[in-house]
């Protein structure tokens, strides 16, 4: 027994060295997400706009969306602003907005200031619903299919390069185009 904890520092450093391995070289914005394939949780939350209005998963029918993680707290969510605007007004895409643990003031505020991209915004101040999505942090973005699917999840920032090489195939896939 002795002799087998002499061992034990070796043996601790191979299975550290073996897993931090299998790491290197993967890109951390293509994390796995047990939802792709799946629709979006069934959720009942209030519109961010206006407290006295529910909005649930009906929202992601009828057409391919993105749904986009955001909060004031997050600097990323401030990068990828402009380039979410950019994306709803000259390309026209529809993107439903998730206000993560977040104030209404504030997230109010920003979009007010900042200009609003959104077509639909859910307020999730506990973060329910970014539980429920596995949500790390934010930003993080989804591709939902018209059938309200689970299609593609970025994680980090959506700019134009992300929206060209990554989103865009997922959103042509989805809609038929593919």
């Known amino acids: 027994m002795r ?3 002499l061992f034990l520092p070796l ?3 191979l299975v550290l060295g073996v897993v931090l391995f299998a790491g290197i070289g993967k890109d951390p914005t293509k994390l796995e997400s047990a939802l792709i394939g799946k629709p979006v949780p069934e959720f009942a939350l209030q519109d961010l706009h206006d407290a006295n209005r529910q909005v649930d998963q009906s929202l992601f029918r009828g057409k391919v969306q993105l749904l986009n993680v955001w909060g004031t707290w997050c600097p ?3 990068d990828e602003h402009d380039d979410l605007i950019w994306l709803a007004r000259e390309k026209g895409v529809s993107i439903v907005g998730l206000n993560y643990k977040d104030s209404r003031d504030d997230a109010l505020t920003w979009l007010n200031r900042l200009g609003d991209p959104y077509s639909a915004s859910i307020y999730d101040p506990k ?3 970014g539980f429920d999505l596995g949500v790390y942090g ?3 973005t989804f591709v939902i299919d018209a059938s309200g699917v689970v299609r593609y999840r970025h994680v980090g920032v959506v ?6 090489d990554v989103l865009l195939p997922v959103i042509n896939e989805a809609r038929g185009n593919g």
Do not use: M
């Open 138 to 140: 934010a930003p993080e």
């Open 76 to 78: 990323a969510c401030r």
């Open 159 to 164: 700019d134009k390069t992300v929206w060209n």
């Open 3 to 5: 002799r087998f904890l």
């Open 127 to 129: 973060g329910t619903l």
């Open 11 to 13: 043996l601790i450093a």
